[in-house]
């Protein structure tokens, strides 16, 4: 089992900046993935963005540019540095991890998720 708590959301003006945290426990974190979705209200969830075990990141194209995914291996947490906030990135965010060769399409396992609003 892995455990997932996120961290660091809040309201922000748009144009302003957060950063997310997303601590996990149970198992040996540099064997996952890492990665986080957002699910605004009233929509599915889709995938924002993650990080490879070896630190390779990848964005859906709406953040490029303005969110940055990165990972401590020592202290067993993953960050999301979003700048330039838009309204539309309000959602309740979800730290997920994969292990190994497994789907982004089922993560193995999934945080709880912290609610980032940004206001107009």
């Known amino acids: 089992q892995v455990q997932l708590v996120e961290s660091g959301g809040g309201l922000v003006q748009a144009g302003g900046s957060l950063r997310l945290s997303c601590a996990a426990s149970?198992?040996?974190?540099?064997?996952?993935?890492m990665g986080w979705f957002r699910q605004a209200p009233g929509k599915e969830r889709k995938f924002a963005a993650r990080i490879s075990v070896y630190g390779s990141p990848y964005y859906t194209d709406s953040v490029k540019g303005r969110f940055t995914i990165s990972r401590d291996n020592t202290n067993n947490t993953v960050y999301l540095q979003m700048n330039s906030l838009k309204p539309e990135d309000t959602a309740v965010y979800y730290c997920?991890?994969?292990?190994?060769?497994?789907?982004?399409?089922?993560?193995?396992?999934w945080g709880q998720g912290t609610q980032v609003t940004v206001s107009s």
């Open positions: 149970g198992r040996t974190f540099s064997d996952y993935a």
């Open positions: 997920a991890a994969v292990h190994g060769g497994g789907s982004w399409s089922i993560p193995d396992y």
